[in-house]
């Protein structure tokens, strides 16, 4: 195949533009980059991009900046352990590091004691999705953590009880629906989560211009509320009880109507006898919304002819979080709005498998968690991963199977997770740490290794990730922009190192007493005695990881090459990197892929090239049965655990209404119960931030301070504090002082601090950060509480008290 060019069409002298979805959030719009003398100095919405149609944000437009960072590493560094700095080494220098640092780890406790952390970017990459679940397989570890236990966790479970498959997550058909009911999201800000959709706020106009209705239910009167017809302000925490006395309205009322979903649908019945307890009256109190409001909202939800609910992070980092997001899947399902256009429906991403049996019936062996536990507490594993919230006691807490190394990547833990004073402790204190990172930040700061990635301008681009949840079907591939620079590393290359050294440490003798029960689920393809990380070798796991693919898509059920030789298809693939040809390889098998020649027409890595702004497949298509994975081949809509934890909601509504006159509310906030804190605590985005790592970026860094505590006005008089002054905030897990500003936007009795915050710490190299640090929310949060079927952490709805300092 010919070599192709990135780069485009010349403009102004000198410069030449060149196309790339933004790699920064879930929205993946289409930019147009303008590069002059080897840099990347505009970016601009792609008018033409199929999706996005020239929509971008601050974010987006700031690319420039922060792809030119003078603190973005590109060299590797090695951390002094007596002086605890960090200088720069070369690649073979670092990745030797590792070598023996791995070693002298596993050879003396075994693999199980090496721990990895996995962060949100790279959902945005390809390395991501292609190199980085081989190297923690090769790791042969059970303890891999991820930012999934602060994020999306809980839907995965629902999702997995439900449909069999815990990636099988239902997306609001922005486009089509006339009634949007959007719980604990805000896409205004966020720009939309677990639901791609460029410019997500025009679209939620298009729902109010087709004279649809969209309602947001919040603590807080965001960006998105002031859009909506209507803002429900709710008690943290207390979404399960509302969703269920929807159930309950619907149910008594006759309005159950799940359509020609019934078919495929078993225990709706038992929905409805679920929610029998939770009527709009008696969760009125605890959820703060009037049992009126309650109803009529049901009435609306049922008379809209298509409707979908839609919950994110207000409903899945709380107590309740799995039973919450299963209750948005089964309000969809009774109401006659899942998998139907307008509807919640499955996305299917451009390199998607087919279905098991196109369109036939589904099925399949279901989906269970807790195949192995944490040691310390007993959580259960849930997708192959631990929460992130034990992480820092399964590092601290002594005895046999104490961690004692970790790798992270693209994850910043020591901001993002819970209980971060202790986490920094446990960090501080490892045998051996790795950070493949760009940054030196609160986290990598305590590597003895950071492998520094190739920036996205360097690398090629496809949305492995997200295109599952995307609202249509759509598909770009962007090439790298720019040449890699002289000495730099692609992460995909600095992974395929990763992954050689770790096999390469498996085929060593360990000590007796060190052993493992993990098999090898990755080969290592390098002949015996080789090097281990060399260009040859990385050459050969490159073919090995092609190979693999080539042979999955053979043996798979219902795939389009099922049957076909590996060696005629091998010889087949396109593209000029390994990246580049696994990507062909997913296309051409997928379902909507040229089968390599035996469906014409249909998608390989050279459709997309030759289609620059994006290939647009369509509107999203009903997939039930055929995508079912539950033993039924039915939606198992009242599985075992989430019977069980409507009893634990309940307990928790007994419990409080026996307390009643005490404490009226199910939330803290109460004036009349002195021993509980004054108040809950939730978090919140700016349109300038994501989560911890742009704040190195002058133009992300500019303006007023975001690092706020946002206060009603009758709560800070009742507290002492006033607004710009400075308050004491303080939970079960720990204490901060930061500053207030006063705001009605709040709902009384709730405040709000974001996350990502806490820079300028000693060993860190963010200048612009440090120089606006603000605090570290989860110091505040505290670990021991979680939603306990997914292991998420209680990030929304933390009980806290306040009061002026000094
Ligand atoms: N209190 C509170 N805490 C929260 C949240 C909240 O709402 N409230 N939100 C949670 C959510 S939703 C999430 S997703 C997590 C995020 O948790 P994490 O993923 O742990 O944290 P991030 O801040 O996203 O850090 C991303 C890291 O990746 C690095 N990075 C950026 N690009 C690349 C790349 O291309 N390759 C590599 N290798 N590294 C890269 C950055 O430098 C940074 O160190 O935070 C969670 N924490
Ligand atoms: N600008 C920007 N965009 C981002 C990010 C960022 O950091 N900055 N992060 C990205 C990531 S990783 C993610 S996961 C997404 C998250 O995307 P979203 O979930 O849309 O973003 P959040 O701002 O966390 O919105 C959560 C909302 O829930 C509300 N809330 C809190 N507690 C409750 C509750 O108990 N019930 C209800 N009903 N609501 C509650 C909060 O007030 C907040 O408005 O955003 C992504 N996009
Ligand atoms: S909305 Fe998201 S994907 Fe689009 S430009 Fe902004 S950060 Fe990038
Ligand atoms: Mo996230």
């Not at 159950?256 to 009125?284: C, K």
């Not at 402790?425 to 609160?442: G, H, R």
């Not at 500019?702 to 706020?708: A, F, K, L």
């Not at 709560?715 to 905030?729: E, K």
Request: with cysteine; charged share 20%; glycine share 10%.
């Amino acid at each position: 195949m010919m070599k192709r060019t990135s780069t485009g069409t010349g403009t102004a002298a000198g410069s030449v533009t060149a196309l790339r979805v933004c790699p920064l959030c879930e929205a993946t719009c289409g930019l147009e980059l303008r590069i002059t003398d080897g840099r990347v100095t505009a970016a601009r919405g792609d008018a033409e991009h199929v999706f996005s149609r020239g929509y971008l944000c601050a974010k987006g437009a700031s690319l420039p900046q922060l792809l030119g960072d003078p603190d973005r590493l590109r060299r590797p560094l090695l951390r002094d352990r007596a002086t605890g700095e960090h200088r720069e080494v070369d690649w073979d220098e670092a990745f030797a590091a590792v070598h023996a640092g791995l070693r002298r780890v596993v050879s003396a406790h075994g693999p199980a004691v090496v721990a990895a952390y996995l962060g949100n970017p790279n959902a945005h990459s390809m390395a991501g999705a292609q190199h980085r679940p081989a190297f923690t397989r090769a790791l042969r570890t059970r303890a891999v953590f991820s930012a999934s236990t602060v994020d999306q966790m809980p839907m995965h479970v629902a999702c997995g009880l439900v449909f069999g498959h815990p990636s099988l997550i239902p997306v609001p058909d922005l486009d089509r629906t006339d009634h949007l009911l959007m719980l604990g999201a805000n896409p205004a800000v966020s720009n939309g989560s677990l639901c791609t959709a460029p410019d997500f706020p025009g679209r939620l106009a298009g729902i109010r211009a087709r004279g649809g209705r969209v309602v947001v239910v919040d603590p807080r009167r965001t960006r998105t509320a002031a859009l909506a017809d209507e803002h429900l302000p709710i008690r943290p925490g207390t979404d399960a009880l509302w969703l269920f006395a929807i159930v309950n309205v619907l149910a008594t009322e006759g309005l159950v109507r799940p359509g020609p979903l019934a078919a495929h649908l078993s225990g709706a019945d038992s929905v409805a006898e679920l929610a029998a307890p939770f009527t709009p009256e008696r969760v009125a109190a605890s959820c703060g919304i009037p049992a009126e409001t309650t109803r009529r909202t049901a009435r609306e939800l049922a008379a809209a002819p298509r409707a979908a609910v839609y919950g994110r992070m207000g409903t899945t980092t709380v107590e309740f979080g799995t039973l919450t997001s299963w209750l948005t899947i089964a309000l969809n399902a009774i109401t006659g709005n899942l998998d139907v256009p307008g509807g919640a429906m499955f996305g299917r991403g451009a390199h998607g498998r087919a279905d098991r049996v196109p369109g036939g019936r589904g099925g399949g062996r279901g989906w269970r968690t807790g195949r192995w536990h944490t040691r310390v507490r007993g959580l259960p594993e849930v997708m192959g991963e631990l929460p992130a919230a034990a992480l820092a006691e399964e590092m601290d807490t002594p005895g046999d199977g104490r961690l004692r190394a970790l790798f992270t990547i693209a994850g910043n833990p020591a901001l993002s997770t819970p209980d971060s004073a202790r986490l920094a402790a446990a960090l501080a204190q490892l045998d051996f740490m790795v950070s493949v990172d760009p940054y030196l930040n609160e986290t990598s700061r305590h590597a003895d290794v950071v492998l520094p990635p190739a920036d996205p301008a360097r690398v090629g681009h496809y949305d492995f990730a997200l295109g599952a949840l995307a609202v249509r079907t759509v598909a770009t591939y962007s090439p790298p922009a720019l040449p890699p620079y002289p000495g730099g590393m692609a992460e995909h290359d600095i992974l395929a190192r990763l992954t050689l050294i770790a096999l390469a440490l498996a085929a060593e003798p360990a000590d007796a007493d060190a052993t493992t029960d993990a098999e090898l689920p990755v080969e290592d393809p390098r002949p015996a005695d080789a090097a281990v990380w060399t260009d040859t070798a990385v050459a050969a796991f490159h073919e090995y990881l092609i190979e693999e693919a080539l042979r999955r898509a053979v043996t798979e059920p219902g795939s389009p090459v099922a049957g076909r030789d590996v060696a005629e298809l091998g010889a087949l693939v396109d593209g000029d990197g390994a990246p580049e040809r696994l990507l062909d390889i997913a296309l051409r098998t997928g379902h909507f892929g040229d089968a390599f020649g035996a469906r014409p027409g249909g998608l390989s890595l050279a459709t997309l090239w030759a289609n620059p702004h994006g290939i647009d497949l369509g509107p999203l298509e009903p997939r039930i049965p055929a995508m079912l994975r539950t033993a039924s081949a039915t939606v198992e809509l009242c599985p075992d655990p989430i019977v069980a934890d409507a009893a634990r909601l309940r307990a928790a509504l007994d419990a409080h209404e026996a307390a009643e006159g005490r404490e009226p509310s199910m939330t803290p906030g109460s004036p009349e119960a002195p021993e509980s804190p004054g108040l809950t605590l939730i978090g919140r985005r700016h349109l300038r931030t994501n989560n911890s790592w742009l704040h190195n970026v002058p133009a992300m860094a500019r303006g007023r301070d975001r690092c706020t505590l946002l206060v009603h006005p009758d709560d800070a008089a009742r507290h002492g504090v006033r607004d710009g002054g400075s308050a004491r905030i303080t939970s079960t897990a720990g204490s901060l002082d930061v500053r207030v500003q006063v705001s009605d936007e709040m709902m009384a009795g709730v405040v709000c601090l974001p996350h990502g915050w806490g820079h300028g710490l000693a060993g860190t190299r963010m200048s612009v950060a440090a120089g606006h640090p603000g605090v570290n929310t989860n110091i505040l949060t505290d670990s021991s509480r979680i939603d306990p079927l997914s292991g998420t952490a209680v990030l929304n709805g933390i009980p806290v008290w306040i009061g002026p300092v000094g």
